[in-house]
């Protein structure tokens, strides 16, 4: 039973996108020079788009996993094709919108999945030898559309422009919003969208802009809700594990310096919150 709720969440991830991302290109919207979608806010789409990612992310890993564990080469291999499809354009998009945070956020998460899958290997030779191959062609297949698909080309080039930019403040005034929430400490928080009082919406940062709007004990009972899922880890399926895992670290690259509300990948921190944790449960 948890097996098929993990698949109807992933799929279901999976097929909500395609209306989304179509409804994004139709609106075609841009602001500051960048893809925006249906959102006002280019950043809002690269931040949508990691529910996508880490699903994709987490697609890869349980293919490539059953491929290099020997079961059917032929079926594998197409899905192994169709996610690296998917994984690719949910990538061209995140570089369309400029939004640093999320690239970098999918950086981490794909290099998670790297050594979750070697360590899946535990050191046999001909696993790691074909997963070296799969690795080096992706590798291959990623620089070779950068360079010669014209779309990914421009997106590529866009946000290494913007990345330019901002090289003399990587913070983009992030510093200067912290320090005033720290200034302005008060244990119950000062509201919703306080933050007004000096020309911006949040704090761009998740756990600051709890302790902004909602004070310490909210800050503290949100760790702990975060800290418990991760509790009892070892009681957990495999997949579950690696599947909490890219949710949790994407939650935090997210959260480092953008607000996590009102986002698919939260929705999938409370999905993986409530999975039940006994292997032995049917």
């Known amino acids: 039973m948890r097996k098929h709720v993990k698949e109807v969440v992933l799929n279901g991830v999976l097929l909500a996108y395609i209306p989304f991302l179509i409804l994004c290109f139709q609106e075609n919207h841009f602001m500051f020079g960048a893809f925006s979608g249906i959102f006002e806010n280019p950043n809002t789409l690269g931040f949508s788009m990691i529910g996508l990612m880490v699903v994709v992310l987490m697609k890869l890993y349980e293919t490539i996993v059953a491929i290099l564990e ?45 050594v979750l899958v070697v360590k899946r290997m535990k050191k046999r030779f001909l696993p790691l030898l074909k997963f070296i ?14 360079n010669e698909v014209e779309m990914m080309q421009k997106a590529f080039q866009s946000i290494l ?9 990587i913070t983009d005034g992030r510093l200067e919003i912290w320090k005033y929430v720290f200034e302005h400490f008060n244990f119950w928080g000062h509201g919703a969208e306080s933050l007004w009082a ?14 902004q709007e909602a004070g310490l004990l909210s800050l503290v009972c949100y760790a ?34 953008e607000i996590l509300y009102f986002n698919v990948l939260h929705i999938l921190v409370f999905v993986v919150s409530g999975f039940d944790r006994n292997k032995n449960s049917t």
């Open 198 to 211: 000096i020309g911006v919406s949040h704090a761009h940062n998740t756990f600051v802009n709890i302790l």
């Open 224 to 257: 702990v809700f975060l800290i418990s899922i991760a509790k009892g880890h070892s009681q957990m399926d495999k997949q579950l594990v690696v599947f909490t895992v890219f949710v949790v670290v994407a939650a935090l690259g997210v959260s480092t310096f």
């Open 161 to 169: 422009l913007k990345m330019e930019k901002k090289s003399t403040n």
């Open 133 to 146: 191959f799969l690795l080096i062609a992706a590798c291959s297949i990623l620089v070779i559309a950068i």
């Open 70 to 114: 020997g079961h059917r080469q032929l079926k594998l291999t197409i899905l192994l094709g169709v996610y690296t499809i998917i994984y690719l354009f949910a990538l061209y998009v995140i570089m369309l919108s400029n939004a640093r945070t999320s690239l970098l956020t999918i950086a981490i998460v794909t290099i998670v999945m790297i």
